[in-house]
């Protein structure tokens, strides 16, 4: 059984932790800085206490004592955990996005390839039956050559507030930009889907709506100081935070010891921190966000690929839409449906069945599955993106911003 320790136990390390216990592997470190989820965590999952760190530097004192090392810190600290893992002889399974720099992208990858080690990143949409079926689709050559790509990630007004506007990936400084924090694995499908480099990209965003000025007349800065539009604002926080619906973030994201800092927080620590002290306790209109709501990408493949990616806050539900052309046909659904719709020119248009799971529709299970399948056997699924061939995801997310920032300017992608 291949062992495995973890950095950062939030919502994504927790249930990677939990799903590595159950589907074959075992975690048998645990760190985080937060002590209160460090421990609530590693009672969870049965990790003993002195394999428990509140560091990385006193994980990584301890050499190497595990398999591999999942890194599920936040997205500046990736590169540098990672990088200490690989240096110890680790394979690693690295949340998305790896960095926002070129260079330190480039430079795990050489890294993990000179010491010959696994960097797998968790680009968790290829593992998900809807993508997986479409790629098969697609390579069967029932559609012929891949023409153009369509594909729009529809974020949803509430999680877009919550991450992107209230939350941890509201600050392009303090993280990355949104191009890349929410739509890295929607471009690695753009490649991973053709198969082809891209050549060059050019983009433009805004933001319209989580702006001061949209801040409805007489709004409190926290919605609880008793701001007159408690009844009637989408964003109240206790509508979104409290119960758990199914457009509610905790039932989505398990956010409530986000909310508090705490491992398993009661409601009344949740109401008391989203009165006072949580940053998602905060008007959506008054808080210190900067990063795009809408965006568009255009992409030009090797071969004569054209690809749009749409990426945009303003929906109700949080899905993706594609809608794929070749020379002989096209697919086109909504992930969510768990089917697409194949039309071959010339034959009868039908339904394709795509199993849907939980947690990036099956991705996150996925994607552990073959993380541990290629710890065993050394083998590797082809959709398994390794971060070399993730490099590709991350220069056309770069190159997005560069082009935004720049009136939309085409910008050619060099390896
Ligand atoms: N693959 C995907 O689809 C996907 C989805 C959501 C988030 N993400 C990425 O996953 C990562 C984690 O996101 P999350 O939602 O779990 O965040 P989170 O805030 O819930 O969890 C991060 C955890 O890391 C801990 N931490 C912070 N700094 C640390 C350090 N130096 N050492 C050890 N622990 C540290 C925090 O205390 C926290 O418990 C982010 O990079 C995010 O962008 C990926």
Redesign the pocket.
Known sequence: MKTVAV?????????YARRINNQGGKVVAV????ES?LNHVGNKLDVPENMRFS??EALFAQGKIADAIVV????R??YG?AKEALKLGYHVLC???VSPIKEECVELSELAEKNGLHMVV????RYAGFYDTIKKVIDSGVIGEVTNIQQTENVGYWHFSH?YVRG??RREDE??PSIL?KCC?DLDLLHYYTGKKCKSVSSIGSRRIFLPENAPEGATLRCMDGCPHAKECPYYAPRLYYKFTWRSIPVY?N?W??IT?LGNPTLAQVKEALAKTSPYGRCVYHCDNDVVENQTVLCKFDGDVNATLTMNASSRGCFRRVHITGTKGELFGRDIDGKFRLNVWGKKSKYVKANVGQG?LG??SGIIHDFLELLETGKANPRVSFMKETLMSHLMAFAAEESRKNDGKTIYIEE
């Open positions: 950095i950062g136990l939030g919502n994504r390390g927790a249930m760190c985080d800085v937060n989820v560091s990385t599920a810190s936040q997205d600290d990736h955990h949340e998305k996005p968790c680009h968790v949409l991450s941890n990936w993280t990355t924090a694995h994201l956010r010891s986000l800092r990036h991705g996150d």
